[in-house]
């Protein structure tokens, strides 16, 4: 399951060049509202998971912690090395329920604890959704919270490793490489946080950059074995993510100050790709801002020709206009290839 913090960091990640996704995390709250408040209108379309599929997200979690998380015990006892009635389990949500900061808080300084009796031994083998954060302070937004579904106790790397609960149904623990993408991320931002916590304790180097994916057997809700995933690639995109925040971050206070991020989006660099369409609630704002430049014809176009306006490539391929660039003299030359091509299959 996603929190807020982990959403912004893996939107970061994917798209670091864009500011408004900055001005967006520092703003905090729903990505929907952000857009109400940029354009001044509802947010009418569908956006998010579909009901249905949180629906069996949460029922998947109830099965899998329900009677002291025996079927994730029995999932995970080749990890801690034990077998499943000899694992203890904390669950943090029983503890400190709720969405609210002070519970999220009062979880963040039991999972601390934990870790720092789990240095020593003696601390629970499985963690059922502790609490951890990321720091970006000092200034707004000085914190994305992170909250993975689980964490487990190592055997072979005698520390903690984060996983996390998927209820996607897959066959042979097979997943499609963009829904494992984002998950990967997701691993990434915890894993990162995870870490820092552990830097916060001794500096020691710990946590080995994988993490645990567990998901549903296609009959019944029932968790399949752990699929361990190399996540180094990832935890490195996060960093870049966040980075790419402390950046647009400064920018956004630069140009509005003490006014509310979403403000000062006029003046901010989207920067617009076709997953876009698909992923942010902003792209058809950002889209009408980059019409008429490559970018509106998709990445391919926009990754060779750059910012340039639709009407000068047609003009440098008429050549109506004298290129400015030996680059643009290359492009307006290929263009005008292609187009006598064109013409020539035409004639034939
Ligand atoms: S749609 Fe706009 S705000 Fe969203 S990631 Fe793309 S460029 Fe950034």
Redesign the pocket.
Known sequence: MSSSGSTALI?LAS?PE?E??GA?AMQGGSESRFYESVTGTLYDREFGERQSSRRRGSQFENAAFAGDARLLREALAGIVGLSPDKIMVRNFLDDFPGTKDDARIARLSRTRTILKASLEGGAPHLLIQPQLLIPTKPGQRPYFFLAPDFMVWSAEHQCYVVGDLKSFVVRENEVEPSDLSRVRLQLGAQSLALRHEYDRLDGSPRSPEIGLLVFSKPNGLRPHAPRVERIGGAIEAIRIGIRAYLEHRARVLELGGANAPHSVTDDLN????DS?LSG?V??QW?RQQVTETAADLGDTAKNILGETAISRMLDLMDGTAPPKSSEERAFAEELQRIRDNIEAMRAA
Do not use: E, V
């Not at 989207?270 to 790709?273: I, L, M, N």
């Open positions: 939107r798209n864009c408004i996704l967006m989207p920067h617009f790709r876009c942010c902003m792209a950002c």
